[in-house]
């Protein structure tokens, strides 16, 4: 396999000459891809660089590294979306943001409103899910989960999911969308509703502030819509 494709993220911010990997990440390295002393890895942390290393030692519990060159990571957004997502269950959660990591979202969101289901949020978990899908897309960056935002702290300037807008899905060729179109030139805000929708009253708050969006005649369920979504505007943005 080669180096590139053995890929590790740590949680360190600018990594030195010798580092220590233990826990989870070297138990992959030496007990599941079975590396061994002088095989070459690259480490990310969450800057923009990536990090070749080479093993210098495997023990029980931890693999010892030693920096060999780093270089700036090719992989990460060069466009800023973030995608606002009303509370749903944690396992839908965890699946859109382990996709909008993969496909260049910078940010995403959480945000209670009427119908949004009030459920435990594990902040933490999530970001770790947005960590470990680096080592999949590789960027070196991952996307930042936060929240829990109110319904009344959602940006104004952004485009929403809504099942109830006629506006066709793509953002060319619709005279409506033209003025906001002309915003996403490096990056967007995109508002998806919890499982339950939007309330009436709160569907036209938004559309007061937010640009409406249809994502196709089908319903699509939360984590779905923020998929689609994301990658219709990232695809505009140029990152796709
Ligand atoms: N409860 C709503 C209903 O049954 O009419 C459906 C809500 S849908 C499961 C959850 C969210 O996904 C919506 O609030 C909206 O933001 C987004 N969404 C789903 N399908 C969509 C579509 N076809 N176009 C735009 N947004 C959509």
Redesign the pocket.
């Given at each position: 396999m080669p180096a590139a494709e053995r890929r590790f993220f740590t949680q360190s911010q600018g990594l030195s000459q010798d580092l220590v990997l233990s826990g989870t990440e070297h138990n992959h390295l030496a007990n599941v891809l079975r590396l061994r002393v002088g095989d070459d890895i690259i480490i990310v942390c969450g800057d923009e660089f990536d990090y070749q290393y080479k093993i210098t030692s495997i023990t029980k519990s931890q693999t010892i590294l030693s920096l060999a060159k780093k270089w700036r990571n090719e992989y990460n957004p060069k466009v800023r979306l973030t995608v606002y997502m009303?509370v749903i269950k944690h396992d839908k959660l965890a699946l859109a943001v382990e996709k909008l990591n993969e496909i260049g979202v910078s940010r995403v969101v959480l945000f209670k409103s009427s119908?949004s289901q009030d459920l435990p949020i594990k902040l933490d978990k999530l970001q770790t899910i947005a960590n470990q899908s680096c080592k999949q897309c590789r960027r070196s960056i991952p996307l930042r989960v936060s929240g829990v935002i109110s319904f009344e702290e959602l940006p104004k300037d952004a485009f929403?999911?809504?099942?109830?807008?006629n506006t066709p899905?793509r953002f060319s060729g619709h005279p409506s969308l033209a003025s906001a179109q002309a915003r996403l030139i490096s990056e967007g805000n995109l508002?998806?509703?919890?499982?339950?929708?939007?309330t009436d009253a709160e569907r036209e708050q938004l559309r007061k502030t937010a640009t409406?969006?249809?994502?196709?005649?089908?319903?699509?369920?939360?984590e779905?819509?923020?998929i689609?979504?994301a990658t219709l505007m990232l695809s505009k943005l140029g990152e796709i």
């Amino acid at each position: 396999m080669p180096a590139a494709e053995r890929r590790f993220f740590t949680q360190s911010q600018g990594l030195s000459q010798d580092l220590v990997l233990s826990g989870t990440e070297h138990n992959h390295l030496a007990n599941v891809l079975r590396l061994r002393v002088g095989d070459d890895i690259i480490i990310v942390c969450g800057d923009e660089f990536d990090y070749q290393y080479k093993i210098t030692s495997i023990t029980k519990s931890q693999t010892i590294l030693s920096l060999a060159k780093k270089w700036r990571n090719e992989y990460n957004p060069k466009v800023r979306l973030t995608v606002y997502m009303g509370v749903i269950k944690h396992d839908k959660l965890a699946l859109a943001v382990e996709k909008l990591n993969e496909i260049g979202v910078s940010r995403v969101v959480l945000f209670k409103s009427s119908r949004s289901q009030d459920l435990p949020i594990k902040l933490d978990k999530l970001q770790t899910i947005a960590n470990q899908s680096c080592k999949q897309c590789r960027r070196s960056i991952p996307l930042r989960v936060s929240g829990v935002i109110s319904f009344e702290e959602l940006p104004k300037d952004a485009f929403f999911a809504d099942e109830k807008s006629n506006t066709p899905p793509r953002f060319s060729g619709h005279p409506s969308l033209a003025s906001a179109q002309a915003r996403l030139i490096s990056e967007g805000n995109l508002i998806v509703g919890p499982e339950g929708g939007f309330t009436d009253a709160e569907r036209e708050q938004l559309r007061k502030t937010a640009t409406p969006i249809s994502l196709g005649r089908r319903i699509l369920r939360s984590e779905t819509a923020a998929i689609v979504g994301a990658t219709l505007m990232l695809s505009k943005l140029g990152e796709i």
